[in-house]
Structure formats: C-alpha cells, structure tokens
C-alpha cells in the first residue's frame, strides 16, 4: 500500500534528449515531492524505475516524446507490473501523437497536470505489447508511434 502523504511523490523522468529539452535547464529545478531522473542512456531507466518503485512514487511524470513512453513502460513492466502508478506525460518530443490523442497540449506542465489529477480527471490508455515471435519474454510496450517503431 502506498505511504499516506499530504502531498503526492512524483518521479519525473526527463529525457534530456528530446526535441523540446535539447539544450533547455530543467525548468522544474528542485521541487519538493518531485523526484528528477535525467538519464542520458536506455540502460540507466532500470535504476530509475527500480528506485521509483522501492520509494512508493504514487506519480511517474514523463517528459519525452512516444519514444520516451515506450521505454519507461516497457523498462518499468518488471518494476510495477499491472499495478502502476498514474502516469502523467509531458509532451517535448518530436513525435507526441499519444499526447495529442489524450488531447495534451505542447504547454502542459507538471502543476497542471497535478491540479487535473486533484479533480479526479484522468484518461485511460493501454500500451500495445509487441513481443517476438520465437521468444514471448522480449516485449516493448507502446503506444501508437512509440510501439509502432518494432
């Protein structure tokens, strides 16, 4: 069961390489209840989760475009299973078409984002999974462009 908290813990994983935060500061600088990943590699996504996991996070904030969602969901599957947190995106990728269909616009931001959550305004995705043929363990998960890449 998630810790009781008078205010929500997000991890915030932003991808530094995304077309919006190419050469941008981290506009959120240091936030109380936000917890910033900013791995500069695929590989570095296991910690993060692994981290956000064993802390409870009840948000997981993304900052990336499709390719971005489909890494964090598929590298936090064997973290959070069918039981994730909510996740909340942040769209500054080249390619944003999840966001464009969960009707986000390019200047969402995390408070708001935070504030729709507060009104129990939330929108329902799954990710379609796409795994090998001769091997059902090596998955991806996706959505829409993000997934249609494999």
Same mark, same amino acid.
Request: glycine share 10%; aromatic share 6%.
């Given at each position: 069961?998630?810790?009781?908290?008078?205010?929500?813990? $997000?991890?915030?994983?932003?991808?530094?390489?995304?077309?919006?935060?190419?050469? &941008?500061?981290?506009?959120?600088?240091?936030?109380?209840? +936000?917890? $910033?990943?900013?791995?500069?590699?695929?590989?570095?996504?296991?910690?993060?989760?692994?981290? #956000? !996991?064993?802390?409870?996070?009840?948000?997981?904030?993304?900052?990336?475009?499709?390719?971005?969602?489909?890494? +964090?969901?598929?590298?936090? &599957?064997?973290? #959070?299973?069918?039981?994730?947190?909510?996740?909340?995106?942040?769209?500054?990728?080249?390619?944003? &078409?999840?966001?464009?269909?969960?009707?986000?616009? !390019?200047?969402?931001?995390?408070?708001?984002?935070? !504030?729709?959550?507060?009104?129990?305004?939330?929108?329902?995705?799954?990710?379609?999974?796409? &795994?090998?043929?001769?091997?059902?363990?090596?998955? +991806?998960?996706? #959505?829409?462009?993000?997934?249609? !890449? #494999?």
């Amino acid at each position: 069961m998630a810790p009781a908290r008078s205010e929500p813990l $997000v991890g915030l994983i932003r991808n530094p390489r995304s077309h919006g935060n190419e050469g &941008a500061d981290d506009p959120l600088g240091e936030r109380p209840g +936000v917890l $910033v990943a900013t791995p500069r590699k695929r590989s570095e996504l296991q910690g993060i989760l692994a981290d #956000f !996991a064993a802390q409870n996070v009840d948000y997981i904030a993304i900052d990336g475009g499709d390719g971005t969602v489909r890494d +964090v969901i598929t590298h936090g &599957a064997s973290y #959070f299973g069918e039981c994730w947190p909510a996740l909340i995106l942040l769209p500054s990728g080249k390619t944003n &078409a999840l966001a464009h269909d969960l009707g986000i616009t !390019a200047d969402w931001t995390l408070a708001d984002a935070l !504030a729709s959550a507060r009104r129990e305004c939330a929108v329902t995705r799954h990710p379609l999974v796409v &795994a090998q043929r001769d091997d059902e363990s090596a998955q +991806v998960r996706g #959505f829409v462009l993000g997934a249609g !890449a #494999f």
